[in-house]
């Protein structure tokens, strides 16, 4: 399997392979860049068609994570991680191995909850392992980050909102969200309470029946959700939604939600932008749970936390204004102020590698 010349390599400072037959245990770490301090990014478990496509998963998913930190003004770095399987693997033995892994990166990599695992799961890895975050509460952590990403994805659609229609009007919105999960369910729940109108759809007929029955979402069936006439659509499913044959079908005014690697390549981007569709650059949109989750390392606190999050909509404004300002489509104006932070900040890892224990995280109780 090509690693150097996959197409999704991009100058990642390190991938590693991880297996323990004894449970199950087959994962990739990919470490894309700690120049602003040590990669955080969640684990994800997935049921992977090749390993292949598994290493594509996580090479570009740790490269979105440094831009994330990025652009989110964090002292962190990219990184993320995939365990290949079913959830049905799940066990102690399979987390806590992960987590002895982990350990011997000596802190450049630090885990957290993503697809398919779980505060639980993650607590399993803290047992191993400091350089865990997303931990439950009774252990100084943050707990489940889904609620923040979707506070953070609200704060970001009101500022969208805001540039295409003038205000943000909540209740005269209607909301088009594909994936009702953790993260999307929570979105539902915040646009409801602002009287939006919203649909839903998920390939789990529970989770739609869930958002239907608690918040008075409707229902719409697969992939109709694409053709609907709604002022945002919102993917909080996984990556590439937007893609080629989707694009067309496409009626909304805004594309912001949280899932991660939404666009299925930037030339999709930039196709929204041309058709006139507004896209929330998605890693600075979904930000809200690893700007939670982070501040795990200097002391977690909730208030500091959501008013953090809050930030999102700053950031957002500041790509539109950016985008605008340079002409480019926003996915490429986000980019851009990432890039221009991490070269101005300069390389960090050199001098945190040199200190024999790079940080440490303070788990204070006192911020509950
Ligand atoms: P989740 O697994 O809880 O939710 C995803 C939902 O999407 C599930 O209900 C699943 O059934 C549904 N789904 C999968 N494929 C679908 C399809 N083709 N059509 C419709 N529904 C489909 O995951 P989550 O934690 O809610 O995360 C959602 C997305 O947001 C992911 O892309 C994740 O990487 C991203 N994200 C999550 C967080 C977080 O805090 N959880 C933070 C940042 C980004």
């Not at 915040?190 to 109108?197: F, I, M, S, V, Y």
């Not at 919203?198 to 239907?212: E, G, K, L, S």
Request: charge should be neutral; proline fraction near 4%.
């Amino acid at each position: 399997m090509a690693v150097f010349s996959n197409p999704f390599f991009s100058n990642h400072e390190e991938v590693v392979f991880v297996q323990d037959a004894s449970v199950g245990l087959k994962a990739i770490i990919a470490i894309h860049n700690t120049q602003l301090g040590p990669a955080l990014g969640g684990l994800r478990l997935w049921p992977y068609a090749s390993e292949e496509e598994a290493l594509t998963d996580v090479l570009r998913l740790s490269r979105g994570m440094t831009y994330k930190a990025a652009i989110s003004g964090l002292n962190l770095g990219g990184g993320k991680s995939v365990i290949i399987g079913s959830p049905a693997i799940k066990s102690e033995a399979l987390f806590r191995s992960f987590g002895r892994f982990l350990q011997g990166l000596g802190g450049r990599y630090i885990t957290a909850e993503d697809v398919n695992t779980n505060v639980d799961d993650i607590e399993f890895i803290y047992q191993e392992t400091g350089y865990a975050v997303g931990i439950h509460p009774e252990h100084g952590g943050s707990g489940d980050p889904s609620p923040y990403t979707a506070q953070g994805v609200f704060h970001g659609l009101r500022a969208a909102l805001e540039k295409t229609f003038g205000q943000a009007d909540w209740a005269k919105r209607s909301f088009a969200i594909e994936g009702v999960g953790n993260v999307g369910f929570h979105l539902a729940r915040l646009l409801r309470q602002e009287k939006a109108k919203v649909f839903v759809t998920d390939i789990d007929p529970d989770r739609v029946q869930r958002a239907v029955d608690q918040f008075g979402c409707e229902a719409v069936s697969g992939t109709a959700i694409y053709d609907l006439k709604v002022d945002v659509f919102a993917p909080c499913a996984l990556g590439s939604s937007i893609n080629p044959e989707t694009l067309p079908r496409l009626k909304c005014r805004i594309v912001g939600g949280s899932a991660n690697n939404q666009l299925a390549t930037p030339e999709c981007g930039s196709e929204l932008d041309r058709r006139g569709i507004l896209y929330t650059p998605d890693y600075a949109l979904n930000a809200g749970g690893l700007i939670n989750v982070a501040l795990e390392i200097e002391g977690y606190h909730r208030e500091l936390a959501e008013r953090r999050v809050a930030s999102i909509y700053d950031i957002i404004r500041r790509i539109f204004t950016f985008a605008e300002k340079q002409g480019l489509p926003t996915w490429q104006a986000a980019d851009k102020i990432a890039e221009q932070r991490l070269a101005a900040l300069g390389p960090a890892h050199l001098r945190y590698l040199e200190q024999g224990r790079p940080w440490h995280i303070h788990r204070g109780r006192a911020g509950h």
